[in-house]
């Protein structure tokens, strides 16, 4: 018998959420407000035991929410790579010089 590989039915079904965050989830509703709302309504400004959060505050609250509603930005690395097929000069030319000897030949046309 071999194991590991492609089974077809195994594994978890897509979209299923774990037992126990579900049971998190609801004792944290039954409770009061989640975290991240709680966050929100102080980002928002939002009066909460008979006082407005300040700007301070709300700065803080919007950073720590960040997480629950946008991803991170992924880090991407580009390689690249050049070769050079051939050098015209190794000596430093004026603009007439360069245009004399490499440009007005294929200009003549």
Do not use: C, Q, W
């Amino acid at each position: 018998m071999s194991r590991g590989g492609y089974r077809p039915g195994a594994g978890r079904p897509k979209g299923a959420v774990a037992k126990i965050t579900e049971e998190a989830v609801a004792k944290a509703k039954a409770g009061g407000e989640l975290p991240h709302l709680f966050l929100l309504r102080i980002v928002r400004g939002e009066e909460i035991d008979g006082e407005r959060p300040p700007l301070p505050m709300r700065m803080s609250a919007a950073i720590a929410a960040a997480p629950y509603f946008a991803p991170r930005l992924a880090v991407m690395e580009a390689h690249t790579e050049t070769r050079v097929t051939g050098i015209i000069s190794n000596k430093p030319l004026s603009n007439e010089e360069f245009k004399r000897l490499y440009l007005d030949k294929y200009n003549d046309t």
